[in-house]
């Protein structure tokens, strides 16, 4: 569908459910969804989601997913750190249903220019691995899907670690998967590399990554 937006912009939308059975599988690095100032962009995202490494920043950008996660700010000032809860729930009760954890702050983000894209996160141990679902509100399917779907499983990963299971599916839900006008024109020529196979000479492992990036 093609639909207004609030930047002055229309954009190509629809909700969105994608389901990865193995998303730890190699190859596991797509080059063109690596849209950050330089390849290393995307371990650097995996940190500020993961360690917090821009959380300092929390005041001038309005949040970070690791501030929201791991620091959540009640009005009062409480800070309730949600994946330490998550991950002692699974720890008592891998079956549990109430292992999540949100980003939304109504008393902040209903006013927000930029809230927060991922909502909520939810976890369950099915047949011995780590499931996670993912939920946003809102997602750029060509310029952040990618990277946010590798930072959320190496989350995953994270957690999985914690308790002592490795990591399983991994579903990722959006409301609204959009791609930007402004954006129309690159999309379509990726659309078109898709199909003709040349987007699948951009799949590489993560040994190879690390390699280029010389880590």
Known sequence: ????????????????VIIVKNPHSEPRIHLKGIVAGSLKGLLDYVDEVIKGIHDHLVEKIGYTYHERLFNY?????VIINQIDEVIKKLKKAPYTRRAQAITWQPWKDLEAEHPPCLQRIWFRVVEGKLAMHAHMRSNDAFKAAFMNMYAF????KYIAQQIGVEPGYYIHIADSYHVYERDFKWFDKFVEQIRNGESRQKWITTQDYLKK???
């Open 1 to 16: 569908m093609l639909i207004d937006t609030e930047y002055g912009e229309k954009s190509i939308d629809a909700p969105a």
């Open 73 to 77: 700010r009640l009005p009062n000032d």
């Open 153 to 156: 499983t190496e989350l995953q």
């Open 213 to 215: 990036i010389k880590i």
